[in-house]
C-alpha cells in the first residue's frame, strides 16, 4: 500500500486566493512526521513545513498551513494568497520514528500547481 | 544552511557507458539518500546510506551502484547506462531516525540523459 498519497496531480489557482494541496498517509505508527516540500521548475526541492504528529496546533510557516487531521490521516498543505511564484510541484512526505525506520522518507507523486495571474 | 552538493546539473551520456554522480554534503548528516524523479511518478528510492560504507536497497536498486566512503560523500553509479536510465536524479541527507523533526535537505538534482 501506498504510504502517501497525492491524489491532484494538477491544480490550478488564481493569484491572490488560496489553495489547499491534499494528502493521505498510511501509517501504523503512533509517532511520525509529516513534511511538504516544493519543487519549482528548475528543480531544487525547497522543505516548507513539518507537522509532528503529537503536535495539538496545526503548522505553520508565513503563508504555508497544514490543515491536520489525525483520525482521517490526512495533512493538507494550504497555501493562502497565492503568488505566480508558488506555481510548482509539491510534495507531500512521512517519516516514521524509530533509530532505523526513521531513516527513510516517504514521499507522494506530487501536485503541480499553476497560479494565474 | 545544510549543503547538499550534486556534482553536475545535466549530464549526457552513450548506452553502455559506466556513469558515476556524485553527492556531496556539509552538515555532517548520517544519512544519505540517492532518488529517481520521473514524470508522474514522484520521487523513488535507488538507495540510501545510514552510516560510512552501508547502504540498503530502496525500491528500485536494479542497474544502479552505490559507495559511500566517507561520510560526507555519497556516489550512485550506473554500471552499465541503458535509455531506460534517463531521468533527474536526486541527492538527500539527513540525521538519524530519531530525529523526526528534521526534513531531508536536496542537492539540485542531475538531469541524465543516456543516448
Known amino acids: 500500500a501506498q504510504k502517501i498519497t497525492q491524489t491532484q496531480p494538477g491544480m490550478f489557482v488564481q493569484e491572490k486566493e488560496a489553495v489547499t494541496l491534499d494528502c493521505t498517509y498510511d501509517?501504523?505508527?503512533?509517532?511520525?512526521?509529516l513534511f511538504w516540500y516544493k519543487q519549482p521548475s528548475s528543480g531544487e526541492m525547497i522543505f516548507l513545513i513539518y507537522?509532528?504528529?503529537?503536535?495539538?496546533q496545526n503548522a505553520t510557516e508565513g503563508r504555508y498551513s497544514l490543515n491536520f487531521q489525525k483520525a482521517r490521516k490526512s495533512a493538507n498543505l494550504v497555501i493562502s494568497a497565492s503568488q505566480l511564484g508558488d506555481s510548482a510541484m509539491y510534495f507531500c512526505?512521512?517519516?516514521?520514528?524509530?533509530?532505523?525506520?526513521?531513516?527513510?522518507?516517504?514521499f507522494g507523486t506530487g501536485t503541480s500547481l499553476t497560479v494565474i495571474p | 544552511d545544510v549543503k547538499v552538493t550534486q556534482s553536475s546539473r545535466y549530464l549526457v551520456k552513450r548506452t553502455g557507458e559506466k556513469v558515476f554522480l556524485e553527492c556531496v554534503q556539509d552538515?555532517?548528516?548520517?544519512?544519505m539518500f540517492w532518488y529517481r524523479q520521473d514524470p508522474g511518478l514522484g520521487l523513488r528510492l535507488i538507495y540510501f546510506?545510514?552510516?560510512?560504507?552501508?547502504?540498503e536497497k530502496g525500491d528500485i536498486p536494479e542497474g544502479y551502484s552505490v559507495s559511500r566512503e566517507k561520510k560526507e560523500r555519497f556516489s550512485l553509479i550506473l554500471e552499465s547506462a541503458s535509455t531506460n536510465q534517463t531521468s533527474m536524479y536526486l541527492c538527500?541527507?539527513?540525521?538519524?531516525?530519531?530525529?523526526?523533526?528534521?526534513?531531508?535537505?536536496f542537492g539540485d538534482g542531475t538531469r541524465l540523459s543516456i543516448l
Open positions: 538527500a541527507s539527513s540525521s538519524p531516525g530519531d530525529r523526526l523533526n528534521q526534513p531531508q535537505h
Open positions: 501509517t501504523s505508527d503512533q509517532s511520525y512526521g
Open positions: 507537522q509532528g504528529s503529537y503536535d495539538e
Open positions: 512526505a512521512m517519516r516514521e520514528a524509530g533509530i532505523n525506520t526513521g531513516n527513510q522518507f516517504y
Open positions: 552538515m555532517d548528516h548520517e544519512n
Open positions: 546510506s545510514y552510516d560510512v560504507k552501508m547502504k
